[in-house]
T-cell receptor, first 115, second 114 residues
Framework: AQTVTQSQPEMSVQEAETVTLSCTYDTSESNYYLFWYKQPPSRQMILVIRQEAYKQQNATENRFSVNFQKAAKSFSLKISDSQLGDTAMYFCAFIRNFGNEKLTFGTGTRLTIIP | DARVTQTPRHKVTEMGQEVTMRCQPILGHNTVFWYRQTMMQGLELLAYFRNRAPLDDSGMPKDRFSAEMPDATLATLKIQPSEPRDSAVYFC????????????FGDGTRLSIL
């Protein structure tokens, strides 16, 4: 069974600074997908970024980027130029295949951006 | 944009009452998932369906919870009788192998059992 661990329950950072959220996972699979989801107070689950395990290049979406270390089973999220709207819970998640499998989530990191 | 629709958004009821939560998956998606989110347990899978057939409901307390898909446009999650420990946010998500993300989430139902 897959497990996802987020060791930082809470983080805070000043607006415009850079912050990195950590995630580690455990799996015996060689092909899989990793995700970061954002959950603001509205409680929507918003996909921030995805990474395919077979891709060596780290995914980037505007101010969001990941550091994917497959051998170390590490998948951190970097948020650059943080904004007040980035305040939210962030969940790391794992799935083997799209379409018919559940997502395995970490316990989340509550990120607060300080004005 | 197509969305997963969940009703009600909020539900407050007394212990012992029946609760029904509904979900309309995105048209064409053939898998539907029910997740429960609590402070203590985080996000956990309760059950999921593919082509309306239940694939896994091992995360669901069978004595009081039931999940069904009467048709392709409706999934339901029922709790009878409800207990205070069932208080949580319940998310429905739908997925398709060809989608750009594994699952599309509804906005959740916040359930409070008094």
């Amino acid at each position: 069974a897959q497990t996802v661990t987020q060791s930082q329950p809470e983080m805070s950072v000043q607006e415009a600074e850079t912050v990195t959220l950590s995630c580690t996972y455990d799996t015996s699979e060689s092909n899989y997908y990793l995700f970061w989801y954002k959950q603001p107070p509205s409680r929507q689950m918003i996909l921030v970024i995805r990474q395919e395990a077979y891709k060596q290049q780290n995914a980037t979406e505007n101010r969001f980027s990941v550091n994917f270390q497959k051998a170390a089973k590490s998948f951190s999220l970097k948020i650059s130029d943080s904004q007040l709207g980035d305040t939210a819970m962030y969940f790391c998640a794992f799935i083997r295949n799209f379409g018919n499998e559940k997502l395995t989530f970490g316990t989340g990191t509550r990120l607060t951006i300080i004005p | 944009d197509a969305r997963v629709t969940q009703t009600p958004r909020h539900k407050v009821t007394e212990m012992g009452q029946e609760v029904t939560m509904r979900c309309q998956p995105i048209l064409g998606h053939n898998t539907v998932f029910w997740y429960r989110q609590t402070m203590m347990q985080g996000l956990e899978l309760l059950a999921y369906f593919r082509n309306r057939a239940p694939l896994d409901d091992s995360g669901m307390p069978k004595d009081r919870f039931s999940a069904e898909m009467p048709d392709a446009t409706l999934a339901t999650l029922k709790i009878q009788p409800s207990e205070p420990r069932d208080s949580a946010v319940y998310f429905c998500a739908s997925g398709d192998r060809n989608s750009n993300q594994p699952q599309h989430f509804g906005d959740g139902t916040r359930l409070s059992i008094l």
